[in-house]
Protein backbone atom coordinates (compact mmCIF):
# COMPACT_ATOMS: atom_id res chain seq x y z
CA UNK A 1 0.00 0.00 0.00
CA UNK A 2 1.27 3.41 -1.02
CA UNK A 3 2.40 5.71 2.38
CA UNK A 4 3.48 9.28 3.14
CA UNK A 5 6.47 9.83 5.30
CA UNK A 6 7.31 13.64 6.25
CA UNK A 7 10.68 14.03 8.39
CA UNK A 8 10.47 15.37 11.47
CA UNK A 9 6.80 16.59 13.12
CA UNK A 10 8.03 19.54 14.53
CA UNK A 11 10.78 22.28 12.22
CA UNK A 12 11.81 25.70 13.94
CA UNK A 13 13.98 28.18 11.67
CA UNK A 14 14.27 31.91 12.37
CA UNK A 15 12.47 34.91 9.82
CA UNK A 16 13.95 34.54 6.64
CA UNK A 17 15.99 31.71 7.15
CA UNK A 18 15.12 28.91 4.25
CA UNK A 19 12.50 26.56 5.45
CA UNK A 20 12.29 22.60 4.44
CA UNK A 21 10.44 20.40 5.15
CA UNK A 22 10.71 16.71 4.00
CA UNK A 23 8.10 14.39 2.50
CA UNK A 24 8.96 10.71 0.90
CA UNK A 25 6.69 8.27 -0.28
CA UNK A 26 6.41 4.52 -1.63
CA UNK A 27 4.84 3.82 -4.50
CA UNK A 28 5.49 1.75 -7.86
CA UNK A 29 3.75 4.08 -9.95
CA UNK A 30 4.24 7.63 -10.90
CA UNK A 31 1.78 9.20 -8.72
CA UNK A 32 0.02 12.58 -7.59
CA UNK A 33 1.59 14.37 -5.32
CA UNK A 34 0.13 17.70 -3.04
CA UNK A 35 1.32 19.81 -0.38
CA UNK A 36 -1.53 21.45 1.87
CA UNK A 37 -1.41 24.03 4.58
CA UNK A 38 -3.41 24.02 8.28
CA UNK A 39 -3.45 27.21 9.50
CA UNK A 40 -5.09 27.48 13.40
CA UNK A 41 -8.78 26.67 13.69
CA UNK A 42 -8.97 25.99 9.81
CA UNK A 43 -9.37 23.46 7.29
CA UNK A 44 -6.62 22.38 5.12
CA UNK A 45 -5.59 24.75 1.90
CA UNK A 46 -3.47 23.25 -1.27
CA UNK A 47 -0.73 24.91 -1.32
CA UNK A 48 0.29 23.32 -4.42
CA UNK A 49 0.51 19.94 -6.67
CA UNK A 50 2.66 17.64 -9.12
CA UNK A 51 1.30 17.85 -12.15
CA UNK A 52 4.22 15.33 -14.18
CA UNK A 53 4.77 18.60 -16.41
CA UNK A 54 7.47 20.20 -14.74
CA UNK A 55 9.80 18.33 -11.76
CA UNK A 56 9.48 21.55 -9.74
CA UNK A 57 6.64 22.99 -8.71
CA UNK A 58 5.44 26.49 -7.76
CA UNK A 59 2.71 27.30 -5.00
CA UNK A 60 1.33 30.08 -3.30
CA UNK A 61 3.20 32.51 -0.85
CA UNK A 62 6.21 31.27 -2.62
CA UNK A 63 6.70 27.84 -1.80
CA UNK A 64 7.98 24.92 -4.51
CA UNK A 65 8.41 21.70 -4.06
CA UNK A 66 10.78 19.30 -6.21
CA UNK A 67 9.67 16.16 -7.20
CA UNK A 68 12.30 13.87 -7.18
CA UNK A 69 11.73 10.07 -8.52
CA UNK A 70 14.98 8.20 -7.99
CA UNK A 71 14.31 9.38 -4.47
CA UNK A 72 10.76 9.20 -4.09
CA UNK A 73 10.92 12.47 -2.61
CA UNK A 74 8.79 15.35 -3.02
CA UNK A 75 9.91 18.33 -0.43
CA UNK A 76 8.76 21.27 -0.16
CA UNK A 77 11.01 24.68 0.42
CA UNK A 78 10.61 28.45 0.82
CA UNK A 79 13.95 30.78 0.73
CA UNK A 80 12.90 32.87 3.23
CA UNK A 81 10.55 32.46 5.99
CA UNK A 82 7.83 34.41 7.20
CA UNK A 83 5.98 34.45 10.52
CA UNK A 84 3.08 34.02 8.90
CA UNK A 85 4.08 30.84 7.04
CA UNK A 86 3.68 29.07 10.91
CA UNK A 87 1.29 26.92 10.50
CA UNK A 88 1.04 22.76 9.95
CA UNK A 89 1.69 21.17 6.53
CA UNK A 90 0.72 17.90 5.29
CA UNK A 91 1.91 15.99 2.24
CA UNK A 92 -0.11 13.96 0.51
CA UNK A 93 -0.30 11.36 -2.48
CA UNK A 94 -3.14 9.80 -4.45
CA UNK A 95 -2.26 6.80 -6.82
CA UNK A 96 -3.59 7.20 -10.37
CA UNK A 97 -6.54 5.57 -10.29
CA UNK A 98 -7.23 5.23 -6.30
CA UNK A 99 -10.17 7.00 -4.44
CA UNK A 100 -8.47 9.12 -1.58
CA UNK A 101 -5.52 10.68 -0.65
CA UNK A 102 -3.18 9.60 1.61
CA UNK A 103 -1.95 12.25 4.00
CA UNK A 104 1.53 11.72 5.98
CA UNK A 105 1.94 12.88 9.67
CA UNK A 106 2.02 16.46 9.65
CA UNK A 107 4.62 18.99 9.89
CA UNK A 108 4.26 21.62 12.63
CA UNK A 109 6.39 24.75 11.36
CA UNK A 110 7.30 27.08 13.78
CA UNK A 111 8.89 30.87 12.51
CA UNK A 112 11.31 32.57 15.41
CA UNK A 113 11.83 36.31 15.52
CA UNK B 1 -18.60 31.85 -2.00
CA UNK B 2 -17.38 28.25 -3.22
CA UNK B 3 -17.17 26.62 0.18
CA UNK B 4 -17.68 23.64 2.36
CA UNK B 5 -19.91 24.16 5.65
CA UNK B 6 -19.23 21.53 8.79
CA UNK B 7 -21.58 21.88 11.37
CA UNK B 8 -21.30 22.07 14.21
CA UNK B 9 -17.39 22.86 15.00
CA UNK B 10 -16.92 22.13 18.55
CA UNK B 11 -19.10 19.20 20.34
CA UNK B 12 -18.99 17.84 23.84
CA UNK B 13 -20.71 14.96 24.50
CA UNK B 14 -21.13 11.42 26.37
CA UNK B 15 -20.72 7.83 25.11
CA UNK B 16 -23.57 6.17 23.62
CA UNK B 17 -25.26 9.61 22.47
CA UNK B 18 -25.94 9.48 18.92
CA UNK B 19 -24.80 12.60 16.81
CA UNK B 20 -24.72 13.59 13.70
CA UNK B 21 -22.19 15.95 11.93
CA UNK B 22 -23.36 17.79 8.78
CA UNK B 23 -21.14 18.52 6.00
CA UNK B 24 -22.61 20.68 2.84
CA UNK B 25 -20.31 21.75 -0.24
CA UNK B 26 -21.96 24.62 -2.96
CA UNK B 27 -19.54 23.64 -5.71
CA UNK B 28 -21.37 20.80 -7.15
CA UNK B 29 -19.16 18.31 -6.44
CA UNK B 30 -19.30 14.39 -7.22
CA UNK B 31 -16.80 13.77 -4.65
CA UNK B 32 -16.80 14.15 -0.69
CA UNK B 33 -15.19 12.15 1.66
CA UNK B 34 -14.37 12.31 5.86
CA UNK B 35 -11.74 12.24 7.15
CA UNK B 36 -10.30 12.23 11.26
CA UNK B 37 -6.92 14.37 12.24
CA UNK B 38 -4.80 12.32 15.45
CA UNK B 39 -1.82 14.11 16.60
CA UNK B 40 1.51 12.38 15.06
CA UNK B 41 -1.00 10.22 12.54
CA UNK B 42 -1.79 12.62 9.85
CA UNK B 43 -5.60 12.80 8.19
CA UNK B 44 -7.26 9.35 8.06
CA UNK B 45 -10.25 8.42 5.63
CA UNK B 46 -13.10 7.64 7.14
CA UNK B 47 -15.80 7.19 3.83
CA UNK B 48 -16.03 8.63 1.17
CA UNK B 49 -18.65 9.09 -1.80
CA UNK B 50 -18.12 9.17 -5.27
CA UNK B 51 -21.54 10.64 -6.14
CA UNK B 52 -25.35 10.51 -4.71
CA UNK B 53 -26.08 6.99 -3.24
CA UNK B 54 -22.50 5.88 -3.48
CA UNK B 55 -20.32 5.49 -0.50
CA UNK B 56 -17.23 3.37 0.14
CA UNK B 57 -15.40 2.75 3.61
CA UNK B 58 -12.00 4.22 3.89
CA UNK B 59 -9.18 2.94 6.10
CA UNK B 60 -11.14 3.76 9.71
CA UNK B 61 -14.57 3.50 9.05
CA UNK B 62 -15.20 1.21 12.45
CA UNK B 63 -18.32 3.01 14.36
CA UNK B 64 -19.13 6.03 11.80
CA UNK B 65 -21.93 5.89 8.97
CA UNK B 66 -22.24 8.09 6.57
CA UNK B 67 -25.15 8.87 3.90
CA UNK B 68 -25.37 10.51 0.44
CA UNK B 69 -28.71 11.16 -0.41
CA UNK B 70 -28.16 14.60 -2.52
CA UNK B 71 -25.17 15.83 -3.46
CA UNK B 72 -24.57 18.63 -1.63
CA UNK B 73 -24.61 17.09 1.64
CA UNK B 74 -22.65 14.01 3.11
CA UNK B 75 -23.54 13.57 6.74
CA UNK B 76 -21.37 11.67 9.14
CA UNK B 77 -22.93 9.70 11.48
CA UNK B 78 -22.11 8.17 15.25
CA UNK B 79 -24.57 5.90 16.25
CA UNK B 80 -22.68 5.38 19.75
CA UNK B 81 -19.93 7.18 20.73
CA UNK B 82 -16.81 6.09 22.09
CA UNK B 83 -14.08 7.84 23.66
CA UNK B 84 -11.31 6.54 21.04
CA UNK B 85 -13.82 8.62 18.53
CA UNK B 86 -12.72 11.92 20.20
CA UNK B 87 -10.62 13.46 17.13
CA UNK B 88 -10.82 16.41 15.02
CA UNK B 89 -13.09 15.52 11.72
CA UNK B 90 -12.77 17.03 8.37
CA UNK B 91 -14.83 17.41 5.81
CA UNK B 92 -14.16 17.48 1.67
CA UNK B 93 -15.06 17.73 -1.63
CA UNK B 94 -13.62 17.96 -5.16
CA UNK B 95 -14.56 16.99 -8.85
CA UNK B 96 -12.99 14.12 -8.95
CA UNK B 97 -11.10 12.22 -6.07
CA UNK B 98 -8.38 14.58 -6.12
CA UNK B 99 -6.34 14.12 -9.40
CA UNK B 100 -4.13 16.63 -10.52
CA UNK B 101 -7.24 19.13 -11.60
CA UNK B 102 -9.62 18.28 -8.79
CA UNK B 103 -7.80 19.09 -5.10
CA UNK B 104 -9.87 18.63 -2.34
CA UNK B 105 -11.68 21.72 -0.81
CA UNK B 106 -11.93 21.00 3.21
CA UNK B 107 -14.24 22.61 5.82
CA UNK B 108 -13.46 24.26 8.81
CA UNK B 109 -13.39 20.93 10.62
CA UNK B 110 -15.23 19.61 13.92
CA UNK B 111 -14.02 19.21 16.85
CA UNK B 112 -16.01 16.23 18.73
CA UNK B 113 -14.83 15.04 22.42
CA UNK B 114 -16.57 11.88 23.66
CA UNK B 115 -16.69 11.75 27.15
Known amino acids: AQSVTQLGSHVSVSEGALVLLRCNYS??????LFWYVQYPNQGLQLLLKYTSAATLVKGINGFEAEFKKSETSFHLTKPSAHMSDAAEYFCAVKIQGAQKLVFGQGTRLTINP | EAQVTQNPRYLITVTGKKLTVTCSQN?????MSWYRQDPGLGLRQIYY???????DKGDVPEGYKVSRKEKRNFPLILESPSPNQTSLYFC???FGAGGVNQPQHFGDGTRLSIL
Open chain 2, 92 to 94: ASS
Open chain 1, 27 to 32: SSVPPY
Open chain 2, 49 to 55: SMNVEVT
Open chain 2, 27 to 31: MNHEY
